[in-house]
């Protein structure tokens, strides 16, 4: 089986991301549970930033090259 790509794992890591924002948009979660996916959002916001980074980095490195 081959290893994600940086894109499917960010595509899935975002998709994750708008279902976590959704069931707490939906409010009908308990204290407890609201925290718990507010910190499960914010890891996967920061892993999401860290993916696009990386690809910025990338993407800057290529148009050096081609200087």
Same mark, same amino acid.
């Given at each position: 089986?081959?290893?994600?790509?940086?894109? !499917?794992?960010?595509?899935?890591? *975002?998709? &994750? +991301?708008q279902?976590?924002? #959704?069931? /707490?948009? #939906?409010?009908? /979660?308990? +204290?407890?549970?609201? =925290?718990?996916? *507010?910190? $499960?959002?914010? =890891?996967?916001? #920061?892993?999401? $930033?860290r =993916?696009? !980074?990386?690809?910025? =980095? &990338?993407? $800057? @490195?290529? @148009?050096?090259?081609? #200087?």
């Amino acid at each position: 089986m081959n290893e994600p790509t940086p894109v !499917d794992t960010y595509e899935t890591l *975002y998709l &994750r +991301l708008q279902e976590v924002v #959704a069931q /707490l948009e #939906a409010g009908e /979660l308990s +204290l407890a549970e609201t =925290l718990k996916l *507010y910190e $499960q959002g914010t =890891l996967l916001a #920061a892993e999401c $930033q860290r =993916l696009l !980074d990386a690809a910025e =980095l &990338r993407v $800057q @490195q290529v @148009q050096v090259g081609e #200087a």
